[in-house]
């Protein structure tokens, strides 16, 4: 076996044309993401108001700004998790939460707010498992990907 | 790193750092995840490169890194020889016997084998790269060697 050999027999091998697609595609930022099935993700999730009762100028940094200081609860895929609101020097507020997030189809995230029962849905398909990056989605609300966690659980084949 | 060249760099790396990948994910689908990790790294590196070359090394390195993480974690799975089948061409059925032979082999051995023939590296320039001294680099190579002549009943040129 030398070089020449062992390069014909690896030159059929490569990953997806999707993969590729995407890889080329990475330099542009993206609002849905998928991650590794084997790994858990902190995800920051900002919600954008669409409940009955809520204008349609809620969806400004301020209306969002207070739904998001009102206690929440978050499940994943069913499962309620932990949540984190943090604020950085900015204001800009970060949800972060802890769950298993699949890699095959969407995921649920539900969102509800305990102080006046509503809840939100929504539905992520996610792709990242570099460190923090975050995609700023009006000014003042982020949504961050950050892996940093061994799964606790991971779903068997 | 502008646009143009960090799209001719995927175009220039993409297959060779997909083969590393995969000798040490055994699995298709996480040798992907692994690329494309290497790739958002490059295009979030903030520092200059000197040439293509020095490209090309960072990304060995960055990719190396990469599978090394993936090893440590739990529940991998190999990718079959049906699905290897359907995944990728070969040009003939030795090509294949001999594809399937290496992903037969231990990770660090199948790993050293392609750093070794497919990106050309001597023994030392391994070493360096995995962090290793150069004598367990050849005794990987010696045993993959003996393994794939094993299955393959070939000689191996001795290099």
Known sequence: MNKEEFVSVMSGVQSSDETLERIMNMTTPKKHFRVRKSLVVVLAIIMILALGGVSANAATDGAVAEYISNTVKVLVNGKETDSEITTDENGSKHIKINGDLQTNGENEIVIKNDKDGTEQIVHYEIQSNDKETAWSLDGNTYVVANNFQEPTTVAQK | ?159
Request: include cysteine; charge should be positive.
């Open chain 2, 1 to 159: 790193m502008t646009k143009d060249n960090y799209i001719l760099a995927v175009k220039r790396n993409h297959k060779r750092l997909f083969a590393i990948a995969l000798s040490y994910t055994k699995n298709h689908e996480d040798a992907e995840d692994l690329l494309q990790n290497t790739f958002l790294k490059l295009w979030k590196y903030d520092k200059p490169f000197q040439n293509d070359e020095h490209i090309d090394k960072w990304l060995t390195r960055v990719c190396i890194n990469e599978c090394k993480n993936y090893i440590k974690l739990p529940f991998r799975k190999s990718t079959t020889l049906e699905e290897v089948k359907e995944l990728y061409t070969f040009d003939n059925p030795r090509n294949f016997d001999v594809f399937n032979a290496l992903m037969s082999l231990p990770r660090k051995e199948h790993a050293v084998i392609v750093l070794f023939y497919y990106e050309d590296l001597s023994t030392k320039e391994i070493a360096e790269l995995l962090k290793t001294n150069e004598s367990t680099v050849k005794t990987r190579l010696r045993r993959a060697r003996v393994k794939l002549k094993e299955i393959l009943g070939e000689d191996w040129a001795n290099e």
